[in-house]
């Protein structure tokens, strides 16, 4: 049974910058793609980016592309969410998931979710 912990998030002001770590339990997870996903408050949990076993791939969500970078340390199980320009509509709780199969913009496609951290973003 793998788990996630994720950490990184807090409040921070627009425009600012901040990092999250997932740490993963598990000693495949060299071999998964991995993902992050994120839910506001009232809305549904939302694909963010995706990244493959090697990190030779990534996917993001297009209101966070070019501002958010994903990436991975395979030999610390270790997958970031590097988010930059912040904005108010970032604020949500980040979840990592790892890829089990099927659509990586799917949540469905995701299994052993973290129980996230809280990103909020104020103007």
């Known amino acids: 049974q793998m788990q996630l912990v994720e950490s990184g998030g807090r409040s921070v002001q627009a425009g600012g910058s901040l990092r999250l770590s997932c740490v993963a339990s598990?000693?495949?997870?060299?071999?998964?793609?991995m993902g992050w996903f994120r839910q506001a408050p009232g809305k549904e949990r939302e694909f963010v980016a995706t990244?493959?076993?090697?990190?030779?791939?990534?996917d993001y969500a297009d209101s966070v592309k070019e501002r958010f970078t994903i990436s991975r340390d395979n030999a610390k199980n270790t997958v970031y969410l590097q988010m930059n320009s912040l904005k108010p509509e970032d604020t949500a709780v980040y979840y990592c998931?790892?890829?089990?199969?099927?659509?990586?913009?799917?949540?469905?496609?995701?299994?052993?979710w973290g129980q996230g951290t809280q990103v909020t973003v104020s103007s």
């Open positions: 990244i493959t076993w090697n990190g030779g791939s990534t």
């Open positions: 598990i000693r495949t997870f060299s071999r998964l793609g």
């Open positions: 998931a790892a890829l089990v199969g099927g659509n990586p913009r799917a949540s469905f496609a995701y299994d052993y």
